[in-house]
């Protein structure tokens, strides 16, 4: 991976989670989108029986520096990649299903300004922002939202996904899981189980994509540096070991990494838009994206970026966001059709551990403090986590 930088953006021509897709894709007899990862070539996961996928959502590089590098995982560490730009669930989960960047597949934040339907709303869930609503009672098909094709579909393997109960039939995992055979956990071990179970379901060659979100839930309510995550985390990581041994003999290879990472913000760092004179009524829709990297819909580009930066000096970089997308932020590859409204004007690139955020009717008034998104080291570096079982 090239050496940091300041922003952290990441690297595409092979040193991202955009590449590792790409590599098991090649590796599983499909056809990537991308260059694939330098740490895992794809000859490397083609002579194996199994390629078994481990995302847990929220799991930093740093922090398993940090805090295990002689655990489960740790010990069997074999590089630090990036994740996507925002490094954020709604993006880099979206390239782990479709082999896509975020410029290709449009979902660019948490919240997103989607015209099809009028409104801002989150993208993950389908909800408008505020009311909470189906996007479907807006006329809005799934259809009219998620456009990037499951990677599933294209593969020469048998797909199987292993997810959380709760998002396992929603429009967004139904949609990007194709023709991939769904199986829902509600549990660690029902995770264990039923990675195991796919494994040994035929003779055939597989890929199991599995997705553990708790740790980020977490990280979120608690801080990514909070017992409750460290907790959560050892349990994630005995988890991982028994995983391994279960799949002893089945000539597999288990490939663990992340979304994203996290970093910890204080109410001190936590801005709200109420709070800057003038900026809220300059806006056209409410605030989109993430607390860490907001997309601005305004009125006057030019006085909104005056007055943005007046207020928040260094704490932030105040650019238009087709910058960001000419510089290559969100990638390479075809852009997204509506790619323009989904970034929109102007662009709140918070720096340091400081996030923004608005508030819309029917929002509860409640800040996480593990937050990701940004260009930390913390938030973009991912683990990148390879053994033969």
């Known amino acids: 991976m090239n050496p940091p930088s300041f922003p952290m953006l990441p ?121 909470n609503v189906s996007l479907r009672l807006r006329g809005v098909a799934p259809s009219n939202v998620y456009v990037a094709p499951s990677l599933f579909d294209s593969l020469g393997v048998r797909p199987i996904v292993v997810t959380d109960r709760k998002i396992v039939d929603s429009d967004y995992n139904v949609h990007h899981c194709g023709r991939a055979e769904r199986r829902a956990c509600d549990t660690l071990e029902g ?93 056209r829709f409410p605030l989109c994206g993430e607390r860490r990297v907001a997309y601005c819909h305004v009125h006057s580009e030019k006085e909104f970026i005056l007055r943005a930066k007046d207020w928040l000096g260094e704490r932030a970089d105040v650019r238009p966001s087709r910058e960001l997308l000419a510089e290559g932020w969100f990638g390479p590859g075809t852009p997204h059709p509506a790619i323009a409204e989904r970034i929109g004007d102007v662009a709140l690139v918070m720096r340091g551990h400081y996030t923004v955020k608005d508030w819309t009717p029917g929002e509860p008034r409640h800040l996480h403090i593990g937050n990701h998104g940004g260009t930390s080291e913390d938030e973009m570096m991912i683990p990148l986590i390879v053994e033969e079982a």
């Not at 002579?47 to 995302?55: D, G, P, Q, S």
């Not at 960047?101 to 408008?128: D, I, K, N, Q």
């Not at 409750?228 to 995983?243: I, K, M, N, S, T």
Request: glycine content about 10%.
């Open 191 to 283: 995770l264990v189980a039923e990675c195991e179970a796919a494994v040994k379901s035929g003779p055939e060659r597989k890929l199991v994509y599995a997705y553990w979100p708790q740790y980020d839930t977490l990280s979120h309510k608690h801080g990514a540096e909070s017992a409750a995550a460290a907790d959560h985390f050892a349990q994630v990581d005995e988890a991982f070991g028994r995983l391994l041994a279960r799949l002893a003999g089945t000539e597999s290879i288990v490939v663990a990494t992340a979304d994203h990472g996290f970093i910890d913000v204080t109410p001190e760092e936590s801005l709200a838009l109420e709070d800057a004179p003038g900026l809220a009524a300059m806006l």
């Open 11 to 131: 690297d595409y021509r092979g040193g991202s989670l955009v590449n590792l897709i790409a590599s098991i894709v090649e590796g599983c007899a499909g056809r990537p989108m991308h260059p694939a990862l330098r740490a895992l070539p794809a000859s490397e996961l083609a002579a194996a029986r199994n390629v078994v996928l481990l995302i847990i959502d929220g799991l930093g590089e740093r922090y398993l520096e940090r805090r295990a590098r002689d655990g489960e995982l740790g010990r069997r560490r074999r590089a630090a990649i990036t994740s996507t730009f925002p490094s954020t669930t709604a993006s880099a989960i979206t390239t782990s299903y479709t082999g896509c960047t975020p410029l290709e597949h449009g979902l660019t934040g948490w919240f997103t300004y989607f015209g099809a339907a009028g409104c801002v709303a989150a993208a993950l869930p389908f909800r408008s922002r505020g009311e």
